[in-house]
């Protein structure tokens, strides 16, 4: 047990702050509209990838640094803590380009992957439907084989950053004949193509940042398959492995930030920071998203280690959307009638708090709803058995 | 940075579960719990003793194996896991780890016989209802000589020595060590919800103690007794847990098994994310300990809000997972029950300890400026 750098990540932190450093001029912000702060977030991510802070744990020939998994927190440390936001490759270089690394020919990903790394293209991700969200295999839109290309027709939804994305990972249903998860097949096409109509969709908490995405008969070679005619589905779950590890990163405000709000919120004859109930439950909050935490220290140790990441891994995102609502609740709710104004003047840290209030419920369900990842802890780390399947095995034209 | 045990604690971890698979199973703490003149298992104390257990993390200087607070809480885990019934936490977490942290030389020779299994401790803070506390302690230390009445105390039956906390003639109150075989000590035994571990009422008239410390050691004892506790009780909640797995595979309800429906699922899925907050949050605790951080208020509140909340709510869902049979004398699912409720109270409760983790963690801010 040891939390100190060793030498090694002593030496590698202080070359990313001589790095950060000398390109201050450079970061970017959350500041701005989403096209400026994309021009800066491109700009930042050539200037990465140039020096090999861009996707430190891939292979060189890839565009990385070929280092590893602590080398590449500490960098995210590091970068945090200048307020550089983690915006717009995430879903692209976490999920997407490592599928096209896995499944394209050596051309495509000659042509694909380089530009992905340094921010010059961005990748979306278009597996969920109308009717099939948490029953991701459940799919509908259809792709059918013309000559050498597949015509594609269908629905996709919640896709995060479809309108600024330049490529997509698609899943489709191929085989209506043969069971759910069987019929599946994956590519990758242009969100440029015709026939490709993206819609925003307005969240609850006033932002934009998912879409409709429709395909009208939209032509893809088959050349842009990902794996086999009706292998989609182990190629739709090699993508998410990666989002299950990404997950659980760190939500709202400090806890030193909601100490001292607590000692400046009147309540009572004194402050909330004296009040047992608001203590208890600050205490409880800590003791969890600390926890979150310091398990990814247990996770990055496995890796070190060269292990495989334990099933622990899972729990973050569970954990931290939950902890983010009813921490946001409380601290609106001490406000009295003042924590109903959400304004970025009078609202405490700038509206973040009512910000996060508003945008948590979608945090829950994006990316594995709580239910279903307490199914996966459940089956895949308990091994408790799953429970009936009625459309198993029976063709998924005849299911409902 | 590396945030896990090591290969040799691994190893110290394997042997552990192994000796306590054989010599302290389930029957073991039964034995105790139902015969009320036993307070805990001597044979099995004994054998710990001889395996060198009490030994570990004393000095070699003092007859110990000069071993880590890290490997002790190795054994901790286990300890819990098995819910074994004897004086270890008090003697070991407790008595021990005062007379190392402030123990004079003389004191000190206590140690050796910690290690060879002669000296048993217990922590004497408690004077009846409601939380300890230094403002109201009456137990008074004057001249050489002790007066008042602690109860309840853990341990109090099998304890050779007491870490008492009185007040001094000015009024500040600190620990003092006290032999229990004189004639200004009288004990009595109170029943229990943990039978497992003995209580009692220790009565001190004119005995004569002697400082151990300064007003400080208490709390700093407390922090490091609520980090080894805290592996205790994920020891406890992960056995609670995989009880409650291994009978939802295998008993059926409207022809399927329960650990089928998502309801039994979801409980089982809270109960291990509770359990791995509790076991990253000891880890936490265990390091702040044994690197001498300034940061073990905060750590070690974590570590055992993290744990009293993970093992109550693995041994209280335990019972329901298994319904009917869960209630019964017979299944041992109410020694978890009553092992949780023991650990949650032992060096103060949840309650108390989320009120010192709020106070931690504001110090540490106004620290940072």
């Known amino acids: ?76 440390d590091e970068e945090a803590k200048r307020g550089v936001p983690d915006a717009f490759f995430g879903i692209g270089l976490g999920l997407c380009v490592p599928t096209v690394i896995k499944y394209a020919s050596e051309e495509q990903k000659e042509e694909m992957v380089r530009p992905a790394v340094r921010g010059e293209q961005i990748w979306c991700q278009l597996f969920s439907e109308p009717a099939a969200g948490s029953d991701l295999a459940g799919i509908r839109t259809k792709a059918v084989r013309d000559g050498n290309d597949w015509v594609v027709s269908g629905q996709k939804v919640w896709t995060s950053g479809a309108h600024y994305s330049d490529w997509g990972l698609v899943i489709t249903r191929t085989d209506p004949e043969s069971p759910k998860h069987k019929g599946l097949t994956m590519f990758f096409v242009s969100m440029r193509a015709p026939g490709v109509d993206v819609r925003p969709i307005h969240q609850m908490s006033g932002g934009v940042e998912f879409n409709e995405v429709f395909f009208n008969d939209v032509r893809i070679p088959d050349s842009q398959r990902l794996g086999e005619i009706g292998g989609g589905w182990g190629v739709a779950i090699y993508a998410l492995m990666n989002e299950r590890v990404q997950g659980g990163k760190e939500r709202g405000v400090p806890a030193k930030d909601i100490i001292a709000l607590a000692s400046n919120t009147p309540v009572g ?132 | 940075m590396n945030f896990d045990f090591n290969e040799d604690q691994e190893m110290l971890r394997s042997e552990a579960r192994k000796f306590l698979e054989a010599r302290c199973p389930a029957s073991k703490v039964r034995a105790v719990v139902e015969d009320s003149g036993k307070g805990y298992d001597t044979e099995l104390w004994q054998e710990l003793v001889e395996q060198g257990w009490t030994a570990l993390a004393i000095p070699e200087e003092f007859g110990g194996l000069g071993m880590s607070r890290t490997d002790l809480c190795v054994l901790a885990e286990e300890l819990g896991r098995a819910l074994a019934p004897v004086p270890f936490a008090s003697t070991v977490y ?115 103690a002697e400082p151990i410390g300064d007003h400080t050691l208490l709390d700093r004892l407390l922090d490091g007794a609520a980090v080894l506790l805290a592996f205790e009780q994920v020891g406890g909640a992960d056995r609670s847990l995989e009880l409650a797995t291994d009978f939802a595979k295998e008993r059926f309800a409207f022809g399927r098994a329960i650990g089928s ?54 041994a209280r869902e335990s019972i329901q997972a298994h319904g009917g049979i869960g209630f019964t004398w017979e299944a041992d699912q109410h020694l978890f029950y009553r092992r949780a409720l023991q650990l949650d109270i032992a060096v103060g409760s949840a309650r108390q300890w989320q009120e010192r983790l709020y106070s931690a963690v504001e110090a540490q801010t106004m620290e940072a400026g």
């Open chain 1, 1 to 76: 047990m040891d939390f100190s750098d060793t030498p090694h990540e002593a030496e590698y932190r202080a070359k990313a702050n001589a790095f950060l450093d000398a390109n201050a001029a450079d970061l970017p912000s959350l500041s701005g509209s989403e096209p400026q702060r994309l021009e800066k977030q491109r700009k930042w991510q050539a200037i990465k990838a140039d020096a090999g802070f861009a996707c430190i744990t891939w292979p060189k020939e890839w565009g990385g640094a070929g280092g590893t998994a602590m080398e590449r927190v500490i960098f995210r």
């Open chain 1, 269 to 400: 004859e004194g402050t909330l920071a004296d009040d047992g109930a608001f203590r208890a439950a600050f205490a409880d909050w800590y003791v969890r998203t600390r926890g979150v935490q310091l398990t990814r220290y247990r996770t990055l140790t496995a890796m070190s280690r060269g292990q495989t990441p334990g099933p622990e891994a899972s729990i973050g995102k569970l954990v931290t959307a939950f902890e983010l609502q009813e921490m946001s609740r409380l601290l609106v709710e001490a406000q009295g009638s003042y924590g109903l104004i959400q304004d970025d003047i009078h609202a405490m840290f700038g509206g973040n708090v009512h910000h996060d209030l508003l945008h948590a419920p979608g945090i829950r369900i994006a990316g594995g709803t709580d239910e279903i990842l307490r199914n996966i802890i459940a089956e895949r780390v308990l091994g408790l058995p799953k429970g009936p399947q009625p459309d198993k095995g029976v063709p998924f034209s005849q299911t409902k």
């Open chain 2, 94 to 208: 407790l008595l021990a780890e005062a007379l190392k942290i402030a123990g004079t030389p003389q004191q000190k020779e206590k140690l050796a016989q910690i290690a060879s299994g002669e000296c048993i401790g217990c922590l004497a803070i408690s004077e009846g209802p409601g939380e300890a506390s230094r403002d109201r302690t009456e137990a008074r230390f004057e001249d050489g000589r002790l007066n008042g009445t602690k109860h309840p105390v853990i341990d109090a039956m099998a304890a050779t020595d007491a870490l008492v906390l009185a007040k001094d003639a000015q009024g500040k109150a600190s620990l003092y060590l006290v032999a229990l075989d004189q004639s200004g000590v009288s004990r009595s035994a109170l029943e229990t919800i943990d039978p497992s571990r003995d209580l009692g009422r220790i009565v001190f008239e004119n005995a004569i």
């Open chain 2, 261 to 314: 429906y998502q309801a039994i699922k979801h409980k089982l899925a809270d109960a291990y994310v509770n359990n791995q907050i509790a076991r990253s949050n000891a880890y936490y605790g265990i390091w702040a300990l044994d690197a001498g951080s300034r940061e073990l208020p905060t750590a070690a509140a974590a570590a055992r809000v993290a744990g009293c909340h993970a093992f109550w709510y693995a």
